[in-house]
């Protein structure tokens, strides 16, 4: 790493953000869409009685959310690499005298600024409705996973783009491997003794349960199934794995 | 001293060989040109050496650093200019250049200077703040050249610069690439398939088709290869001629293509007559004649046995031959 090198990172940083900016549409459906999840979903289901679940559904729906939010943001800032390939941009960057490491991190820090902006956003949202908070030194940890999470799905996108052939592959990513995972999250019930065996198994074996775990016991204190610090342990092996496969994959690839 | 070397370069693509054992060297401070139809495989011959293709075999160097082993040294001597666009086009004309400028480490003031004498070169000045997506194919094509000059690079790829531009563009961009190579000793590569851009702009010449080299020289010695003139005809039964004129010893060569006839020979006008004469003892009637010197066109001829239009229409026939990349990166997102 070289002074050239954060250069470069700090180009590539730009680069998204004055993308993300002057896509008006993207701005507005990155926010609007999971609006709609807390507000409809939200108060959809707030009458309902879920056993072994405190405080009201908003509460407990928020944090998944905001998760939410940050994944489909950062996996979209991974997989966009395919874009790149598409319009030949990327041979511009690939060719350029730069480290391949420098560029996944300026990739990933201009996904983790959109991404993190976009759960910030939220959480505001979120306060201002009245979910509770645990306090501010709790609410920095929750920054922390958030941005954690926010590097592990930058990272999984960036092996979903060098292992996808078209269009159709992503469609089959999103459905088959992003919809199981969310699902089996947290984010929409509770995983407690309530539910079947077999569910809260494959529960504790999402990567995705600890974030959103970890990110609903340091943000609202409630309903956690794991102290938030231990979530954090977990989510940061994850993350380094998941970043280095990621690495590995894009220096891999061919232009 | 030479600033590129190959060594059987080699690379295929799901068993279709784009690059076959190739091995040539350009000399520094030349302007080389890799001359051959769509699809002879010289857009991945540049790509293995610019690093962003591994090859299957074989290896190069650039300026003494391995294409394999020292990747990064290659690509700091290096600027390309691409084929296909590769431009951001969410992106300010200017925007793209200040991203180049700093990915190649360049300091705040040569990029201003250096940013401001490229778009005066192409004439983009006044576009410099209009988004590159608002930007015909033509104004696209000189923008990516004022890119790749940018960094004052050692070694310069150009591959296919003036494809698609009208000729006063082209005019302008060759004047400006031998300047560049003249006055900053600048090493270039340039694969194109036009025969007017490589006898204007090259010393040296590869001739390269279904992924191997056919001849390599330079230019002059090329034609003078070919015969001193060259005779064009069309008659009425090529083979009874073509037979006949095998025996005259004064012919250096004959290639026929096209149900045509191209002869290499000495002082070409005053052959005509004799090979009317020859042409009526054998019963064929010529229906047209010309004589001109020789082009590199008839280089390619002589050394492929066809000419490049002909050999263009095959690889359109024949969609395999002509592919560049894995076909599984053809995809196209449809537009929001």
Redesign the interface.
Known sequence: MNQKDFQAIYMLWLRQMKRFLRAKSRVLTTIVQPLFFLFILGFGFNIAVFPGMEGSYINFLAPGIIAMAILFSSMFTGVSVLWDKQSGFLQEVLVAPVSRLSIVIGRTLGGATIALFQGILIMIIAIALGVPTVSPASLLLTLVIMVLLSFTAVGFGLIVASKMHDFEGFESVMSLILMPLLFLSSMFYPVNKFLPDWLQVLSYCNPLFYMIDGIRGSFTGVNYVLPPLVDLGIILVLCIVIMGLGTYFFNKSEA | MDIITTENLTKTFDGFTAVDHIKFSVKKGEIFGFLGPNGAGKTTTI?ML?????PSEGSASIAGFDILKQR?NV??N?G?V?Q????????TGR?NLD??A????LSPEIRKKRIGEVLTLVDLLDKKDV?VKQYSGGMKRRLEIA?GLMHSPKVLFLDEPTLGLDAQTRRAIWAYIKQLNKDEDTTIFLTTHYMDEADFLCDHIGIIDHGKIMVMNTVDALKKSVGHDVITLSCNDTATLHKRLEQESWISKITPHDSMLTLGVERGEEKIPVIFDIARTVNVTISSVDVRRPTLDDVFLYYTGRSMRMREQQVREAPNIGMKKPA??R????K?
């Open positions: 790509k610019t690093t962003l293709l591994y990064a690509r700091e290096i390309i691409f296909e666009p590769a431009l951001d086009t969410e992106l925007e991203f180049h700093r990915m190649y480490g988004l890119r599984r990166f995809l196209r997102w449809p929001k």
